[in-house]
Antibody, heavy 117, light 111 residues
């Protein structure tokens, strides 16, 4: 098991911004495919983003234009920034690592984000 | 997006009896590289999802051999040969051939 620890969740008003962090130990972020996956009762599991080891990023259509994800290899951390939050962004956000693209080998425990006024 | 349809949605099973979950894809999941990127996950109550199989039938480390994955193209199956109490939870299929998507889940419970 590779510990991945997500932080930064909480209650945010619609239209606000979200900043999540993921601390990783036991593997090198820069050598793996790092993803954010969210889970909500209404929409189930949704893949939000992927960061490739070469720095390329790919995003789900539902968040394109509102999202930025990046890694800090010196800190072995991954980050998610999501703007213009909507009620439907409410979910448990997981940080996920894999050694192959579009795979989900290891999961964090998740951090809960609630978008509500 | 590729839609994965799982059935049944709920699966009550007697301890020691077999269980089978189906996952049907709206598109063939055979990648241009020849591989089929279909995975299965188990999510126990209160826990994060845990991968059981990747590329249809490759078992992850620590997964009991009472679990098996099979299928091809757009139809896949997860089987449990003899259900144990620790198998209670929700099972998801996921495809990584295209932008990744998950099935809606199958809840396995003990009768």
């Amino acid at each position: 098991e590779v510990p991945l620890v997500e932080t930064g969740g909480g209650l945010i008003q619609p239209g606000g911004s979200l900043r999540l962090s993921c601390g990783v130990s036991g593997l090198t972020v820069g050598n793996n495919f790092m993803s954010w996956i969210r889970q909500s009762p209404g929409k189930g599991l949704q893949w939000v983003s992927i960061i490739y080891p070469d720095g390329r990023t790919f995003y789900a259509d539902s968040v394109k234009g509102r999202i930025t994800t990046f890694s800090d290899n010196s800190k072995n951390m991954v980050y998610l920034h999501l703007n213009s939050l909507r009620v439907e962004d409410t979910a448990l956000y997981y940080c996920v690592a894999a050694d192959f693209p579009n795979q989900a080998d290891s999961w964090g425990r998740g951090t809960l984000v609630t978008v509500s006024s | 997006d590729v839609v994965l349809t799982q059935s049944p949605v709920s699966l009550p099973v007697t301890l020691g009896q077999p269980a089978s979950i189906s996952c049907s894809s709206s598109h063939s999941l055979v990648h241009s590289d020849g591989n089929t990127y279909l995975s299965w996950f188990q999510q126990r109550p209160g826990q994060s999802p845990r991968r059981l199989f990747y590329q249809v039938s490759n078992r992850d480390s620590g997964v009991p051999d009472r679990f098996s994955g099979s299928g091809s193209g757009s139809d896949f199956t997860l089987k449990i040969s003899r259900v144990e109490a620790e198998d209670v939870g929700v099972y998801y299929c996921m495809q990584g051939t295209f932008w990744p998507t998950f099935g809606g889940g199958t809840k396995v419970e003990i009768k």
